[in-house]
């Protein structure tokens, strides 16, 4: 089996290999300066960008890139009614969230008809990091434990307890004692015919391995569509059981809908509606404000009651600012108006479709998954199903150099993580089956 990869590194630009273009080597030079050594840059050759619209971006030559990697402006790069939202809100106030204003208040209410009643109290952040930092807070107040569980290669954050809880972000993989790592419910490689009933025999063994080392179950963190891990959803309930183990021995389920929600997986605003589960906290970052910093946790009342019984009320200067909630109103009106929810599933479609029509004998397209605008597609060595990450890798960049942008994800950084905005088009569609075909096509008769 190849060597698993760490998040952060994949794609990752190695200095050094860009010396033919004066403009972007004096870039890379002022980049580095600045940042220093953990500044990430992606491909092979990173790209000096300018602008963007819709589902385009261009760079400092104007060169247009199609965008199927970012997924946090979920309606669309530069979309209007975000940027006049903001602007009209920025002539009028922006303060800290000590005082009473209307449209935070619009805000946090219509974010809340988006979820059951019984999730009706909202903690308004500013990162998705933020916002995972404070529901293992409240989970650890709610149930007296410590102890939580996630999968081998997940990314949830990166401030102290997040990174804490993101195996995926470490090269060694390795966890806090209060810490336990079960396998992601995954079925290509392993041929599992139940990848549902082996992911719930997998967390129950953890609940006991926690209890009998102290702990106890405080919560299961699972991001929804297992992103860093490689991308699963199916069958659907494929995390019924695990959560309901969780909950019934006591411990709380918080959704990360950082990256699947905002009407992404197109069978709803939230991912965790694909599996027939109750979270009793939702984490959201990213899409929320469509590029503008905003997160936050929607939670039970009794929750936050606890939490806050506790002496722990939360204070966050900027979180849930006004300009915030015009951005957040703006993305969830244009998501509704625009139909981008029914347009996620129908693109999706008909991607995942083209994309398995790209399969075959010869082709290093080993397998095509996902939900709505969010695909994970496997890249293996032809015939088998052996992740080649050297091919998945060849394929982002080749895309690249067409003008076409996706990412890799997996514990070795072969599946391909395709995210473009909501407003995907059946032209953008075709523009990139059309360079996948031929990129894909040179590197499997090369294989």
Not at 84 to 112: C, K, P, S
Not at 295 to 311: E, L
Request: charged share 20%.
């Amino acid at each position: 089996m190849p060597e698993i990869s760490e998040v952060m590194e994949l794609n990752r630009y190695r200095e050094g290999e860009v010396t033919d273009d004066p403009g972007l080597v004096r870039a890379l030079a002022r980049r580095k300066a600045s940042f220093g050594a953990a500044s990430v840059l992606f491909y092979d050759r990173p790209i000096r960008m300018a602008r963007a619209e819709g589902a385009w971006m261009y760079d400092a030559e104007d060169r247009p890139y199609l965008d199927l990697y970012n997924n946090v402006p979920c309606i669309g790069h530069s979309h209007p009614a975000v940027a006049e939202a903001i602007a009209r809100q920025a002539g009028v106030l922006n303060t800290n969230t000590r005082y009473l204003v209307d449209i935070v208040h619009d805000y946090a209410e219509r974010l809340l008809s988006e979820f059951p009643g019984d999730l009706s109290n909202v903690v308004l952040t500013c990162t998705g990091s933020e916002s995972n930092d404070l529901a293992l807070r409240m989970a650890e107040a709610m149930t007296g434990r410590r102890g939580v569980i996630v999968t081998e290669f997940a990314y949830h954050g990166n401030s102290a307890s997040t990174t804490a809880i993101s195996p995926g972000s470490r090269p060694d993989r390795s966890v806090p004692d209060h810490i336990r790592t079960v396998p992601p419910p995954e079925a290509f490689r392993s041929g599992d015919a139940d990848p549902g009933a082996t992911f719930a025999g997998a967390v129950r063994a953890a609940i006991a391995d926690l209890e009998a080392a102290g702990h106890g179950i405080s919560c299961l963190v699972v991001d929804t569509i297992f992103s860093s891990d490689g991308v699963y959803c199916a069958p659907p309930g494929l995390i019924a059981a695990a959560v309901a183990a969780v909950q019934d021995a006591g411990g709380l389920f918080i959704a990360d809908e950082v990256q699947p929600g905002f009407g992404r997986t197109g069978t709803g605003m939230w991912g965790y509606k694909m599996h027939a589960v109750r979270p009793d906290m939702v984490t959201m970052g990213k899409p929320m404000g469509n590029g503008f910093p905003m997160s936050g946790i929607v939670a039970r009342p009794d929750i936050v009651d606890r939490f806050s019984a506790q002496g722990s009320g939360y204070f966050n200067t900027f979180g849930g600012n006004p300009l915030a909630a015009a951005a957040g109103l703006a993305v969830l009106e244009t998501i509704h108006g625009e139909g981008l929810m029914e347009n996620a599933r129908a693109m999706g479609e008909h991607l995942r479709a083209g994309l398995r029509g790209l399969q075959g004998e010869g082709s290093i397209i080993g397998d095509v998954r996902g939900a709505g605008l969010f695909i994970g597609v496997e890249i293996s060595v032809p015939g088998t199903r052996e992740p080649d990450a050297a091919a998945a890798s060849a394929l982002i960049n080749g895309l690249r150099s067409r003008g076409v942008m996706v990412g890799a994800t997996g514990p070795y950084g072969n599946v391909l993580k395709i995210r473009p905005p909501l407003c995907f088009t059946a032209s953008d569609a075709a523009f990139f089956l059309s360079a996948t075909e031929e990129v894909a096509g040179s590197l499997g008769k090369a294989a």
